[in-house]
Each structure stands twice: as C-alpha cells, then as structure tokens.
DNA sequence: CTAGTCACTTAGGAATTGGCTT
DNA sequence: AAGCCAATTCCTAAGTGACTAG
C-alpha cells in the first residue's frame, strides 16, 4: 500500500572479490588484533584466546530467580554495602558477571551514606522519589545564561547515575545474569474506570440502551468511525463479535444482531463534541487538568536500582480497547480486555515494599527476579501476548545495552570480510542446506532484510529473509532479483537488485524446487542462521548486519557529503541525506502527509517571496552605488520570477497592507470606545487606506526600473548586510524544500532511533562545529548522553570494501527520488 | 526437532506540544 | 491570543532471538 511508487530501477552489487582463499588460514584470533583503537578493554580479557571462552555449562546455571531464594538482605541496614553484597555473593560456582556486578557497585560514584539513606527512606512509606526539578525557585547553580521554562536538569542531579563514566562497560553480557541487587519502585499505573456517558446510539433506526460494559465498547468502535479501521470488514467483524459477548452478559440489553443496523455516529458525535469542549478550555483550566495528571504520575516515574533513582518507560497499564492490528491482521478489532491488577505480576527486591494495589484487589504475583529487567508484566488477551513495564530508554540498563549493540557491530567489522568470502564460497556448496543459508546470508547482508522468522496462522502474513516465498522474488533479465513482499509492521518492501550470478542462479534452483506459496529457502531457519552467524562471533546474529550497514553507511555517506566550508545549514543537509540514505537501506517508511504537495508549494511561494524581497534590496543598491552592479554576489537571481507572479504578489501585498490598517483602525476605535471617546470616522479609515494605494501605485512604478531610490537614511553597507541574510534565508529554505521533497515517504526517525551509531553523529557535529541540537531532539540527547563522552580522535572508519554497498545506495536513493 | 515461552528491541501512526505566523 | 502545522513524544504492535519442554 505504501510507496507503490517506489521506481523499482535496476543497481548494481558488486561483491568486493577481496580477500579469497589464502586469508581463511589466517587465525580468528590474529586477524582480530586489527582492532578498533577507541574499544573499551573488556576487563577480564587476560589472554588473545579468550574469545570464545567459558563452557556454556558455566552459564547456564545463573538463570533461575535468584530472588526468589535468598533471604538475605534484611537485616542489615547497617553494614557497608559493599561488604553486604560481597558477603551475600554466590560461593563459588558463581557466574563471573555476577562478580563483576559487584565491583561496579562497590565503586560507585555515590557516597554511601546517601544510597543507604535512599534505601531506608525507601522503606518505610511508598517510595518518595520525588522529582527535583519541579519549582526549584531559584536554581542557584543553573547559570543565568540559559533558563528553560520547564527545566528538567536530569543532567546535573547527582541522583543520576553515569554510568559510562566508570571503568568498565563494554563487555558483552550473556542475557542470564544478574542485573540488580536491588529494586524499588512504585507498581504500575491503571487506567481510569470506566464512566458512562449516557449517549444513545441507534439500532435499526431506534435509541438503545446499553450496559455500562456494553456501552464502552460500542464507545471504543465509535471513536473509531472515520479511521481506516472502522472502515475496515474484518475490524468491524471482530469488533462485532466481542462486543456481542458483553451485551449478551446483561440480559437488559437490547437485541443486535447485524452490524449493519448499527449506527454509532450520536456517540462519534458525542466524541467531536467533547473534543471542541476540550480546545475551548480557557489557559487555567488546561493548566489545573495538567497539573492533575503530573501529580497523578509522580509516584511511578522513578524506580529505585541498587539505591540509583531510574526513570521508569511505560508505566501505564495499557487501556482497554479495539486492537488495532497493523496490515491485514486476522485479529483486529477484536476487544483488548480491561487489565486487572489480579493479572500483574511485580518484579521487586526481596526487601524493597510491595506496592498497595487498587483497593479491593491484589497483585497477581510479586517475584523477584534479579536476571530480569522489567518491573512488571501481564499477558494481554487478543494474542496472548506478554507485556512488560521497563525503565524509560534514558535508563542505565536501556543505555548500556544500547551501546553494547553498537559495540557488537563494531566487532561485525573485525569478521565481515571473512564472513563475506565464506558465503561467497558457499553460494556453490553441493549441500543445499548451506547454499540456502549463504544465499540468504548475501541478502541480509547486501539489502539489509530482517532474519524473518516464521509467523502464525493467526498473524498478519509478512515475511523477512528466511520466510521469503516463491512470490516474493521475480527473475529479470541480467541478474536482476525483484523483490516484492510485505515485511514487519506489513510495510511493502519493492527492490530491483543485480546480484552476483551465482545468487541469482540458486534463487532460481531453490524457486523451482518449492513452487508457489512455499519458502523459497525452505532448509533454512533462523535459529541455524544465527547459529551459524554465532560461530563467527560470540554474539552475532542477522540483526547485527543491519546495525552494522546502516552505521557504517551512515558514516561513510556522512563524511562524504559534509563538506567543511559549508554553511551549517548545508551541512544539516548532508547530515539528512546521509541519514535519509540509512532509511532507505533499512526500508523505513512512513506515509506521506496528505498536505504534502500543498506544504511543497507553499515552500515555493516563499521562496520567492524571498527572491522578490532581494530584488527590491538589489535595485535599491545599485540606485546607491551603480558599481554594485557588476559584483556577482549581488545580481539578478530572480529570473525566475515571472512578471505574473510578481503581479499576484504585489496584489497580495497591498491586500495585506489594506488589512493592517484596517484592522489597526478597528483597534484604535476599540480603544476610544473603551475611553469613551467619539469613534474615528469612517472617511478617516479611507484616508488611512489611501497609503495601500501609494504602495501599490510606487510598486507599479517601481516594476520597471532598474534603479530604485532608497530611503534617505538607507546606506550601501546595510543593504548588502540585508541581502547577504536575504541569501542566507533562501538557500535555508530551498534546502528545507529539498529535504522534506525527498523525505516524502521516507521516515529517519527509525534509524536515528535504533540504527545509527549516535557517536557518529557526536563526532561530526563536533568535527563541523554544528551543535547537537540541530540533529538530537531533547529526548535523543537525553538518550544518548553515553555518547557524549567520546574522546575528540573517536572514529570508526568505513572500511573501503564497502564503498560499493554505499554506492549502490546511492543509485537508490536517486532512482526512488525523482 | 518443534512449538511455545519469555524478554527485549524496533516500528509506524496517533496524540500532544511547541514554535511560528497572523 | 489564536490558529496552524511540523516536530516531538507517546503508545503499543510487531519483530528478533535465546531458551525450554515434550
């Protein structure tokens, strides 16, 4: 449904036929000491052979819920923590993440006297953590210069904790160790209760009443009326079905039986009606409402992780309502069910308080399980999917597996040649099982294409790599593969790509052995990819390729396209381009705002409005300084101008001059009223207007000449200062232009987000002095504050064997703008 | 092996905010 | 001082991938 537009135009892959045989004999380990300069040193690396170090029998053991059985930790308030910790440490068979956890804690940064004041306070009522920055009156230490509104200092709160400043971080965890000693927090946050509105909607022509339940749910399908779901069959369907259950639970109800005779519009309407109400709010009405729901949150926006104040995600238990399937999802608009605190479970330390639940009820369980990092979790019922409640992305947890991510990409680079020959090989292994997997290893790799496990019956149908389908993959001449399939999110993913020949050639082979409707890598499965990928890395897996391209990309185009005597602006737009490069690999879209084209246009117009202004300066110039004509910096660009725009502009210009002095005579007449003065005649408005037809008078006039007399207080040096800012408006708004033309279905949200390495961005903008505001929303900066801290001398160089994967992109990118 | 569970990241669209005219 | 619309944030669906039980 999206892009369809999308110019599915031929490239070229170009497999760099570096390294062949003789570098396979290289060993692993050697061939690893090329290391990136900048990695943190893993702390307990002793030896080069380490690698793949410790018997998987060694790990497993630390799973389990630890929490569960220690009964530790109670009754000793008053021993250091660190010695508490140690105390309490596993003997002997002790994992060794467990061990390195507490030395990061016995180092911490915080005096102790203050963390364990924090854990009694913790202790003896509901968690008090309150937020420091609400109305700090005078913010003695906040230097004058810069005094944000709302002010939410996170940074300068000793109460944060930084973690990328202490020694260690870098090493790769396994996923079963232990993340906490221990853990506070206030629970989760429910919904309202439902309040009926009364509002009778019709069945077959008639008001009916409805169960209060009855009632909310038709509410539910109501607000959706005018969306694409309340359009669509199988939504309504759903949406019907459930809703016939809870009406059929009050025997009150009236009778529905088709969907039909429904019609929901007096509550849509009900709907419209509050929202106006809702606008008309006077200032403090919204403020007070504001306040409330501030209030409301406090107590579960922070948790408490070994004594450190953690921001805490999505706290909200997630309302009831219609689940709102994405694509053509066999489940949408069935009824998402109100969430009980009988269903959520809490994941707390042993000795930290369990929260009070809603009156009446009481939690589903309360674990404490130290390898996980959710707080709390329930199962939703559409899908029986299991929800979880983290800390916010801000979050020490969040931030340090962020960066190990980008750390495992930048170990991709240490064995990407190697992996890449390697498939190259196996294109034409006589195991077909192998073939298929370097098959499939060559599009993860090339196109970036998600692993794409295999789905249900029950799910929307989208694939990814793997689960490709006969369908999905047309020949075409040339080696060309055309891609056409729905991936995640049922986003349409349309590529013409020429391959090597071998590739092309087993596409081919395995289509013909399966046939329509069946996977064209049918031996194939993600967990033997993974398990193949992991062979060559600890830790890699096929989404790694995808970090790893779009980063290096990313920085390869980046430093490309900026050149160091550009204007910031220009440089922004380097920056969006590179990015927007990135987007494209990754398929990332978003649909294009129905104001596009409008936007688009109007962009235009002011631009040359601009370029009209500048003429009027330019003219003005050369009446002053007739030398002037001859510099280039201040000729005639207008010229395309045309002489009927400029009509309609000059028209729309002494229209607007007409409205100013109207309406400035309609406020000076307000204001006598107001004095009890006499009002000003009308015949003085019309004097007054008499000024808009000097203008437009002068403005005719003026069209013709090439001289136009300025103002006698006007001088040659602020002209030329006027129109240098002149110039530097428009090309600022002619790059606007360009960027949101080409960004028209293209969203770069996605890959900042998750996919580009964001001490990229941190280098450049200090390398081309551009200040991270300009690329890192507030949230962004906030996310990545473990980015900052990057020596001056950090890069990452794109290697050279991928100049060709950029450059392909770069056809892409093209091909799909124009 | 296979299907299911669990925990965590990635994703687009809706809702809200905020900055800019008017 | 309000209205407009792009940018940002919120929301939660939809992936990945490790692990487990049968």
């Known amino acids: 449904m999206l892009n369809s537009n999308a110019q599915a135009k031929a490239f070229k892959i170009a497999v760099p036929s570096h390294d062949s045989s003789d570098e396979d004999d290289v060993p692993l380990a050697q061939r690893n000491r090329i290391a990136t300069p900048s990695k943190p040193a893993p702390m307990n690396h002793d030896s080069s052979d380490d690698e793949d170090d410790k018997p998987l029998s060694q790990k497993v053991e630390c799973k389990k819920r630890v929490g569960e059985t220690t009964a530790d930790m109670s009754s000793d308030d008053d021993v250091p923590l660190s010695k508490r910790i140690a105390s309490k440490a596993t003997p002997s068979s002790a994992p060794k993440s467990v061990k390195k956890e507490i030395k990061r804690d016995s180092d911490d940064e915080f005096p102790l006297s203050q963390k364990q004041t924090a854990l009694k306070k913790v202790k003896a009522e509901p968690m008090d953590v309150d937020v420091p920055s609400r109305k700090r009156p005078a913010d003695t230490k906040a230097t004058p210069v810069k005094r ?38 206030n629970g989760v946050m429910f919904p309202p ?22 009632e909310e749910v038709a509410s539910f399908f109501a607000a959706l009326l005018e969306t694409e779901h309340g359009q669509n069959p199988v939504f309504q369907k759903n949406f019907f079905e459930d809703w016939q259950e809870v009406l059929k639970k009050d025997p009150k109800n009236p009778k529905i039986k088709e969907f039909s005779k429904c019609d929901f519009r007096p509550i849509w309407n009900k709907f ?106 329930w199962k939703e019922n559409v899908n029986g999917a299991i ?13 340090q597996s962020d960066m190990q991510k980008f750390e495992k990409a930048r170990e991709l680079k240490k064995h990407v040649a190697r992996i890449r020959s390697d498939y190259t090989r196996d294109l034409k292994d006589k195991l077909s099982e ?27 149908d989208t694939v990814g790599c793997c689960s490709l389908r006969y369908e999905h993959i047309t020949l075409e001449p040339d080696n060309v593969l055309h891609f056409d399939f729905l991936g995640k999110d049922s986003i349409r993913y349309q590529n013409s790509v020429q391959v090597e020949p071998q590739v092309y050639k087993n596409i081919r082979i395995f289509k013909k052995q399966v046939g329509e409707g069946q996977m064209i890598f049918d031996r194939l499965t993600t967990a033997g990819l993974n398990k193949h990928l992991n062979s060559y890395m600890k830790g890699l897996s096929a989404k790694v390729f995808r970090t790893y391209n779009a980063s290096i990309t990313f920085q ?24 927007r490069l990135v987007a494209v690999l990754c398929n990332h879209q978003k649909s294009a705002s129905k104001t596009h084209d409008q936007m688009i246009s109007k962009i235009g117009d002011r631009i040359r409005a601009l370029k009209y202004q500048r003429m009027k300066l330019r003219k003005q110039l050369y009446a002053l300084d007739p030398k002037m004509k001859k510099k280039p910096e201040y000729a005639d660009m207008e010229s395309d101008l045309e002489d009927e725009w400029i009509v309609e502009h000059e028209k729309n210009l002494v229209e607007k001059e007409k409205e100013k002095i109207k309406s400035k005579f309609e406020k000076q007449n307000d204001k006598l009223i107001a004095d009890k003065q006499p009002r000003m005649p009308q015949s003085e408005l019309k004097e007054k207007l008499k000024a808009a037809t000097e203008l437009q008078d002068r403005l005719k ?118």
């Open 701 to 818: 006039k003026e069209r013709k000449l090439a001289k136009i007399e300025p103002k006698a207080s006007m001088t040659v040096e602020k002209l030329v200062a006027s129109i240098q800012k002149i110039d530097e408006r428009i090309a600022a708004t002619k790059n606007q232009a360009t960027d949101k033309e080409e960004n028209k279905e293209i969203a770069l949200g996605t890959s900042k987000l998750n996919y580009i390495d964001p001490r990229i961005t941190v280098a450049w903008c200090r390398q081309h002095d551009v200040p991270q505001e300009k690329v890192f929303s507030k949230t962004l900066l906030e996310k990545f504050r473990w980015a900052q801290t990057i020596p001056d001398d950090w890069v990452s160089r794109a290697e050279v064997c991928l100049e060709s994967v950029t450059n392909i992109l770069v056809e892409i990118l093209n091909s799909r703008i124009k």
């Open 193 to 214: 209760e439902y309040v009926p509105h009364g509002i009778k909607m019709k069945y077959d022509g008639q008001p009916i009443t409805l169960s209060p339940e009855a």
């Open 272 to 377: 419209e009606q509050d929202k106006e109400k809702k606008k008309a709010m006077t200032k403090e009405e919204k403020l007070r409402a504001k306040e409330e729901k501030t209030k409301a949150e406090q107590p579960y926006l922070y948790a408490l992780v070994d004594g450190r104040k953690e921001k805490v995600g999505n706290f909200r238990i997630e309302p009831p309502g219609l689940f709102r399937g994405r694509g053509s999802h066999p489940k949408t608009g069935r009824l998402k069910k109100r969430v009980q605190p009988e269903q959520v479970t809490l994941n707390l330390g042993i000795d930290a308080k369990i929260p009070e639940p809603p009156k009446g009820h009481k939690w589903a369980s309360v674990v404490h399980d130290q390898t996980a990092t959710w707080l709390a979790t």
């Open 434 to 460: 192998v073939r298929q997997r370097a098959t499939a290893m060559y599009l993860i790799d090339r196109l970036a294409l998600r692993a794409g496990n295999e789905k249900g019956e029950d799910e929307a």
């Open 148 to 185: 944000e509104k709302k002010v939410k200092k996170d940074a300068e709160d000793p109460d944060f904790y930084k973690w990328w400043e202490e020694e260690q971080t870098a090493e790769i965890e396994s996923d079963d160790s232990v993340k906490w000693t221990t853990l506070q927090h």
């Open 556 to 579: 390869q185009q980046v430093d490309e396209l900026t050149k160091p005597d550009d204007s910031v602006a220009d440089k922004l737009l380097s920056y969006n381009r590179a990015n």
């Open 387 to 399: 929800k979880y409640v983290f800390l916010a992305a801000t979050s020490t947890w969040k931030g």
